[in-house]
């Protein structure tokens, strides 16, 4: 539907009202060429809910050429670019790879990786990314995220105790020791 919009604005000559769009896919499988599509589409920004630990492991596959796991990365990449510009050997460089691919894929002239998602230990299970052409946008999520993040790890963890707000406070209550 959002592509048949878009083809419609572009035939009247016609661009969306400024946009702020949270895209958070059911799996991976948007196409790099949508959220292409809807950058050029006017003033709009994208805050994608990147379901990375999936992604991840269908990239360390290395899916063979031709194949339906193959055709779905280079969808969600825009081309057959990931076989070789996504090639860390850490999930983190693998990351930084892979965001940077998107993020030029899609048009976008800054991205920002706003905010990593922590199911367990330390590996990144989702991450919100911020794509931008605005130099304005870029600052305002930097701003935003440096407020919910002031200690910059930028990283919200699972727990299973909703109440437990951190694990160490900043400054620790010494009270009970004395």
């Not at 991840?56 to 290395?62: A, K, S, V």
């Not at 193959?70 to 081309?79: N, R």
């Amino acid at each position: 539907k959002l592509s048949e919009i878009l083809k419609d604005l572009q035939q009247r000559g016609k661009q969306m009202a400024p946009a702020f769009m949270f895209v958070d896919p059911y799996g991976f499988k948007i196409p790099a060429r949508l959220l292409a599509d809807l950058m050029k589409a006017g003033r709009v920004e994208l805050f994608i809910n990147v379901i990375w630990r999936e992604l991840d492991m269908l990239i360390q596959q290395r899916p063979a050429p031709g194949t339906s796991h193959a055709h779905t990365l280079d969808e969600v990449f825009g081309s057959g670019d990931w076989r070789t510009e996504i090639t860390g050997t850490d999930v983190d460089e693998r990351l930084n790879q892979a965001i940077s691919l998107l993020a030029h894929a899609i048009g976008a002239k800054w991205w920002t990786s706003a905010v990593r998602m922590v199911t367990g230990g330390q590996a990144t299970r989702y991450l919100l990314l911020h794509l931008t052409n605005s130099d304005d946008g870029r600052d305002l999520i930097k701003e935003c995220s440096w407020k919910l993040f002031p200690d910059g790890e930028f990283v919200a963890r699972k727990s299973d105790d909703p109440d437990q707000q951190f694990l160490f406070e900043r400054e620790p209550d010494l009270a009970p020791l004395r």
